[in-house]
């Protein structure tokens, strides 16, 4: 079986063929406008006309208008090839590799950051759910001793000085060998966190 597996989330958006759990091909995506220019192209020549059984698609949180891009091809090419289609925690794309607690966190533009925290043994990974706070509640988060990650560090730190995340890059073998567990299998459903009231 083949999945075809889609994250246009953030700035590292990608697109990720695998095969039996393992990754076969993948291309990283560029953010902003031009993702939703060339996101079907990349996929097609991605694809190169190889049938795929499902397709799983970054469901947030992160850009509003990135999540939307990439669900609304996911659901096309569903409908269009008449396969299933699933949806996943886009922060789980960047967990690290290491054995032990973490947290993702992502720039949420509004006084505050997306923010995943779990554990990992192994391949095994276990989570939170993905939650919107506010900069000054951030620290009580941190606090146990925990691997940080962002795809895009740079961003947190002008906002967070004091905060000093390794830049995470997704994680194909992870996400690939995931993408065939049944619990990561999800009914698509967008995950815009509401804004700060």
Same mark, same amino acid.
């Given at each position: 079986?083949?999945?075809?597996?889609?994250?246009?989330? *953030?700035?590292?958006?990608?697109?990720?063929?695998?095969? @039996?759990?393992? #990754? =076969?091909?993948?291309? $990283?995506?560029?953010? %902003? /406008?031009?993702?939703?220019? *060339?996101?079907?192209?990349?996929?097609?020549?991605?694809? @190169?006309?190889? #049938? =795929?059984?499902?397709? $799983?698609?970054?469901? %947030? /949180?992160?850009?509003?208008?990135?999540?939307?891009?990439?669900?609304?091809?996911?659901?096309?090419?569903?409908?269009?090839?008449?396969?299933?289609?699933?949806?996943?925690?886009?922060?789980?794309?960047?967990?690290?590799?290491?054995?032990?607690?973490?947290?993702?966190?992502?720039?949420?533009?509004?006084?505050?950051?997306?923010?995943?925290?779990?554990?990992?043994?192994?391949?095994?990974?276990?989570?939170?759910?993905?939650?919107?706070?506010?900069?000054?509640?951030?620290?009580?988060?941190?606090?146990?001793?925990?691997?940080?990650?962002?795809?895009?560090?740079?961003?947190?730190?002008?906002?967070?000085?004091?905060?000093?995340?390794?830049?995470?890059?997704?994680?194909?073998?992870?996400?690939?060998?995931?993408?065939?567990?049944?619990?990561?299998?999800?009914?698509?459903?967008?995950?815009?966190?509401?804004?700060?009231?």
């Amino acid at each position: 079986m083949k999945a075809l597996i889609l994250e246009t989330s *953030t700035q590292k958006s990608f697109l990720l063929l695998a095969k @039996e759990g393992i #990754p =076969v091909k993948s291309k $990283l995506l560029p953010g %902003g /406008p031009e993702l939703s220019r *060339t996101l079907a192209k990349e996929a097609s020549m991605l694809l @190169e006309n190889e #049938p =795929v059984d499902f397709l $799983l698609v970054g469901q %947030g /949180p992160g850009s509003y208008t990135g999540i939307r891009v990439g669900a609304a091809l996911a659901k096309g090419l569903s409908f269009g090839w008449n396969i299933p289609l699933y949806g996943f925690c886009s922060l789980k794309a960047f967990a690290p590799n290491e054995d032990g607690p973490f947290t993702v966190l992502v720039d949420a533009k509004m006084g505050g950051v997306y923010a995943l925290s779990g554990k990992r043994r192994g391949d095994q990974i276990d989570t939170d759910l993905p939650r919107l706070i506010r900069l000054h509640e951030l620290e009580p988060l941190l606090q146990n001793n925990q691997t940080i990650v962002s795809p895009t560090p740079t961003e947190l730190m002008k906002r967070l000085p004091h905060l000093t995340p390794k830049e995470a890059s997704p994680s194909f073998s992870s996400l690939a060998a995931w993408a065939f567990l049944p619990e990561f299998q999800t009914p698509l459903e967008l995950t815009y966190l509401s804004p700060f009231i």
